[in-house]
């Protein structure tokens, strides 16, 4: 009936469930660890669209996998040919290698294991800046780079408010409605 094209409501059920399962967890996980941790904690998002997956179906969960191991083999999830993607592999491996081996992802880059001009990966701090690192090389020039973690943010606090079992309406009345949040 829609001749392939989806339309507004599929887009906002697909984001709610992305909410609650993936996204609203790991924010509320990273922020309760960035409050009670002794350790550094880092957070990152992925937004390459991995050479197997058409454009509309975005940047799909467990597809950086490929990217964190530099995966060659032809599977599911495989990393793929293109330059763009091999590049990207070496620059998420190098953080992660980095992170594993000395505790501090950045170390890659002080090293000068990176490209010129790869984000500094901030701390992630659940009282101040709340920052991630995006992972993208899309071909287009548009290369890996730090975004606040504020996406969707009081649709998400509900969310999770209501996953957790501690929602009060009077924590999420106002004046101004935002119909679009969602």
């Given at each position: 009936?829609?001749?392939g ?9 697909c ?29 990152s ?21 490929a ?9 599911q ?32 880059r ?13 701390k ?59």
């Amino acid at each position: 009936p829609t001749g392939g094209v989806l339309g507004m409501n599929d887009r906002r059920s697909c984001a709610i469930f992305g909410d609650l399962r993936f996204v609203g967890p790991r924010r509320q996980a990273t922020e309760l660890l960035a409050r009670s941790s002794q350790a550094s904690i880092y957070s990152s998002r992925f937004d390459q669209v991995s050479y197997k997956s058409p454009i509309t179906a975005g940047a799909q969960h467990f597809q950086e996998v490929a990217y964190v191991f530099r995966n060659p083999l032809d599977t599911q999830n495989a990393l793929g040919p293109l330059r763009k993607d091999i590049a990207l592999a070496n620059e998420i491996s190098a953080y992660w290698i980095s992170f594993v081996a000395s505790g501090d992802p950045n170390t890659a880059r002080d090293q000068s294991k990176l490209r010129d001009g790869a984000p500094y990966w901030p701390k992630y701090d659940a009282d101040g800046e709340r920052s991630q690192v995006a992972w993208v090389h899309d071909g287009l020039g548009h290369r890996s780079f730090v975004t606040p973690d504020t996406y969707r943010q009081k649709g998400m606090q509900l969310l999770m408010a209501l996953r957790s079992g501690t929602f009060k309406a009077s924590d999420f009345q106002s004046s101004t409605a935002k119909r679009d949040e969602l």
